[in-house]
Nanobody, 125 residues
Framework: QVQLVESGGGLVQAGGSLRLTCTYK????????MGWFRQAPGKVREFVAAIGWTGGSIYYADSVKGRFTISRDNPEHKVYLQLNSLKPEDTAVYYCAAHGGAAAGMRTLLEYDYWGQGTQVTVSS
């Protein structure tokens, strides 16, 4: 079982920043990759970023590359997503997800085994 809890969402003006945190509790995997996804109203959940167990493998969706940064702190059981230069189209519920194993870069929902409940990010224009 892997429990994931997101925090850090909120309301911010366009151009602003937020840092999302995913705190995990793991009793299943020896190592696991993590991903961030988001879902805007009326749209499908989409890939945002992914990071491997050691943090050496990182992937981003083209829409966030250069603006968002994913990182992780395994001793603290946390994964972060720094959101900079936010745009109204970044408004969505943001979810973290865990994939058992060291490999990173999974971009589809079915490749992830556990999901958090999400945190709302709203960017006003």
């Amino acid at each position: 079982q892997v429990q994931l809890v997101e925090s850090g969402g909120g309301l911010v003006q366009a151009g602003g920043s937020l840092r999302l945190t995913c705190t995990y509790k793991n009793s299943t995997f020896s190592v696991f990759a993590m991903g961030w996804f988001r879902q805007a109203p009326g749209k499908v959940r989409e890939f945002v970023a992914a990071i491997g167990w050691t943090g050496g493998s990182i992937y981003y969706a083209d829409s966030v590359k250069g603006r968002f940064t994913i990182s992780r702190d395994n001793p603290e059981h946390k994964v972060y997503l720094q959101l900079n230069s936010l745009k109204p189209e970044d408004t969505a519920v943001y979810y973290c997800a865990a994939h058992g194993g060291a490999a990173a870069g999974m971009r589809t929902l079915l490749e992830y085994d556990y999901w958090g409940q999400g945190t709302q990010v709203t960017v006003s224009s």
